[in-house]
């Protein structure tokens, strides 16, 4: 396989051109959607798509391009791909609920307190995504593979 461009590896290089759209995506969601710019939204987890959905999926895509579905690389891409994706809908999903419910319990005790809650030591609630979240990521990164099937091989 030849040397890719951004990082000396095409499976990487594709890989992270459907990282990029993804979070790029929460960015313009912000502005078309919220009417404001947040940049921050770029390095945050959570919300539509998953990128860690379009991550591993366009990861497991390319190997399947490239190696073959009969191989060992491919195996261990598709046991990866599956724990996080599970991770990114099951576990993180949890942590981001329960952070929800401990900020409005830390506020409600401020609040009887007299005291103003300081929002800079919130937990932070958006980690993990909905089924769909991490669905519509999962094809993003497929599709993204196909689109640089060319580039692939």
Request: include cysteine; proline fraction near 2%.
């Amino acid at each position: 396989m030849n040397e890719g461009i951004i990082f000396n590896n095409r499976i990487l290089d594709i890989t992270f051109i459907a990282w990029f759209l993804a979070q790029f995506y929460k960015v313009l969601e912000t502005i078309f959607v919220e009417k404001g710019f947040n940049l921050k939204r770029f390095f945050e987890t959570g919300g539509m798509p998953s990128s860690h959905s379009s991550t591993v999926s366009c990861l497991t895509t390319c190997i399947g391009i490239v190696y073959g579905t009969n191989t060992p690389y491919f195996a261990i891409a598709i046991v990866f791909s599956g724990i996080t994706m599970y991770d990114a809908a099951g576990i993180r999903r949890a942590a981001g609920k329960q952070a929800r419910v401990v900020n409005r319990m830390v506020e409600e005790l401020a609040q009887r307190l007299g005291q103003r809650f300081n929002d800079e030591k919130k937990l932070k609630e958006l980690l993990g995504h909905t089924p769909f979240e991490v669905l519509i990521g999962a094809i993003l990164g497929v599709i993204i593979a196909f689109l640089f099937k060319d580039y692939l091989i």
